[in-house]
């Protein structure tokens, strides 16, 4: 895995498509999208590490943002077309009703997403049918919000900080903040600081170079997921995708019954990805071809 500080104006897509060739192989992936406008880290799979892609996308992110209030878009953000427009003075905002709003979002747990995203209906994208002019009416969305932090507020701009979990929209954080404050609302800046346990101090500019320092897969899986360690008769079944039971474990994990852990042997090689299904019933959720140490 690879954490790289991902430019403006680049998709997460386009990312992807360069490190094909940069570093020579197909077999690459990405966890949590980023918009094209927005910055900062995203995570990049190579090889085995794509399996850990669902597991690294459910972690919680932490974001920079810049909310610029009077004019509203329909992407939500700077890269759209005005939809309304109002003067906007500092002096109508006052700090209890700015306070008041904020802990509104910060107590949000339901959220509408942009017309304007990647989420699929009826087996398309919500933006291509947007943009052929059938913008569908999205449901809303569990969302939780670990942290909300006014950072500064400099004439239009408010610039906060964002914690919260998978499926949450810092577009839609935009819009909302703004229609509790009663001015059309868009976001003017992203940057993400964190996706789950990576940062950006660790990420590389981009583009990267092929002899990139890389995160090995089954130190990205240890960071990510809890683990346990399997005795030699564990990880003879796991590598056959067989049913396991506690005697096949060195240590447990202590995962909750069903929550996907990382599987390693003695030697701290990756072998599987797997839960406890029932009581003392460990199933395989995702074998590893080449073990990483």
């Known amino acids: 895995m690879l954490v790289v500080d991902k430019p403006g104006k680049a998709t997460s897509h386009d990312i992807v498509a360069q490190a094909r060739r940069i570093f020579g192989t197909r077999e690459v992936g990405h966890a949590g999208t980023l918009d094209p406008m927005a910055t900062g880290v995203l995570l990049l799979l190579?090889?085995?590490?794509?399996?850990?892609?669902?597991?690294?996308?459910?972690?919680?992110k932490r974001y920079r943002a810049t909310v610029c209030l009077g004019r509203a878009t329909d992407t939500l953000d700077a890269d759209g077309q005005t939809t309304e427009e109002v003067p906007f003075d500092p002096e109508q905002l006052s700090d209890a009703s700015l306070e008041a709003a904020l802990a509104v979002e910060r107590a949000r747990l339901r959220q509408v997403p942009p017309a304007v995203s990647a989420i699929k209906v009826d087996g398309k994208r919500a933006y291509a049918l947007t943009r052929a002019g059938n913008a569908p009416e999205l449901a809303e969305r569990d969302v939780r919000v670990a942290e909300l932090t006014l950072i500064s507020r400099l004439g239009s701009e408010l610039n906060v900080e964002v914690e919260a979990s998978k499926g949450y929209y810092v577009r839609a954080l935009a819009r909302d903040l703004g229609s509790s404050l009663g001015f059309p609302a868009h976001l003017s800046q992203l940057r993400r600081l964190s996706s789950g346990r990576f940062q950006l101090a660790e990420a590389c500019t981009w583009p990267a170079s092929a002899d990139a320092a890389l995160v090995s897969t089954a130190e990205a899986a240890r960071r990510a997921l809890p683990t346990a360690v399997l005795a030699e008769t564990g990880e003879h079944r796991a590598r056959l995708g067989q049913t396991l039971e506690p005697a096949d474990f060195v240590s447990l994990g202590a995962a909750p019954l069903t929550e996907t852990e990382a599987w390693f042997n003695a030697e701290g090689q990756l072998i599987a990805l797997g839960h406890e299904r029932t009581p003392g019933e460990f199933r395989v959720v995702r074998g590893m071809r080449t073990p990483s140490a």
Do not use: M, N, P, W
């Open 46 to 60: 190579f090889g085995e590490a794509t399996k850990l892609s669902g597991f690294l996308t459910r972690d919680r």
